[in-house]
């Protein structure tokens, strides 16, 4: 039942998922060369590189000095994309720092932006100035659709908090130049929106919430929503889990739920620092 599982290393190989682990090593110097598949990294939280065929890179939610990780910003050389999904602090992270050392253009909403990310006084739609450098930034709202480096960004609601803005919190439909759409959630509960969602953007990945007290039900009910009009959905990953999940929110449990949905979406439940190959 659970041979949907896989981990560091993955059993017989299954379509839509090609050569699925090209590295496991906590200490990955960059992300994976361009070839003909998606390339997934979990760097944990919710801190994820997807790095597109033509070598682009989108970063979400990076937050790499989060007590699980082991990662510095040695581990990041290069971005042309950081996703922030909301403005507590766990979802922007070190994106100022990652912006500032690779010239990643931020997307986020206008009060992430105008409110946290920039000093008091700066121009709302100049770059944001950090360390010395200027970072270029998208401002955003639910029903965005922007196109950053070549990568196509949709932003749609998230059902989670953001008290710190006041600002809406989103999660994104990621395009990148091959046509290969990730949907990444941030933090956020299942919704009915999201069978509308598959049917119209029909992502072909899907990274889920999945939080140390998130009902792995709610998980499981965001893929079938996803992949109930959408044939195209092959992987879906959680993001946000802790390292030790706490009993019945594991890997097996999450499985376990996906396929009493009858989901026929790979589940893959990261290794920190294990880039993982995905296709159509």
Aim: charged share 15%; aromatic share 8%; proline share 9%.
């Amino acid at each position: 039942m659970f041979a949907r599982l896989f981990f560091g290393i993955p059993p017989a190989p299954v379509a839509g998922l090609a050569a699925l682990v090209l590295a496991a090593s906590l200490t990955i110097p960059g992300p994976a060369r361009a070839g003909s598949d998606t390339k997934v990294e979990w760097l944990t939280w919710g801190f994820y590189r997807i790095t597109a065929p033509d070598g682009k890179v989108i970063l979400t939610n990076p937050w790499y000095t989060n007590p699980h990780s082991s990662f510095t910003l040695d581990d990041i050389p290069a971005a042309d994309v950081i996703l922030i999904t909301s403005g507590h602090p766990d979802e922007i992270g070190n994106a100022l720092d990652i912006g500032a050392k690779t010239g990643a253009t931020i997307v986020a909403s206008h009060e992430v932006v105008g409110q946290t990310l920039k000093q008091q006084g700066e121009p709302l739609f100049a770059p944001i100035a950090h360390n010395g450098a200027q970072i270029p930034a998208k401002l955003v709202q639910p029903g965005s659709l922007v196109t950053v480096n070549d990568v196509t960004i949709r932003a749609v609601p998230a059902a989670h908090g953001d008290g710190a803005t006041g600002g809406p919190a989103m999660s994104y439909f990621i395009t990148t130049s091959d046509g290969f759409t990730t949907f990444y959630s941030g933090g956020t509960d299942v919704t009915q929106d999201m069978k509308l969602w598959g049917e119209l953007f029909r992502p072909d990945a899907a990274i889920l919430y999945m939080s140390g007290d998130q009902d792995p039900r709610a998980f499981a009910y965001m893929a079938a929503f996803l992949s109930e009009s959408n044939p195209d959905l092959k992987t879906v990953m959680p993001e946000h889990q802790p390292l030790e999940p706490s009993a019945g929110r594991g890997s097996a449990d999450l499985g376990r739920e996906l396929d009493a949905l009858g989901v026929t979406a790979e589940l893959i439940y990261p290794e920190p620092g294990t880039v993982y190959s995905l296709s159509k």
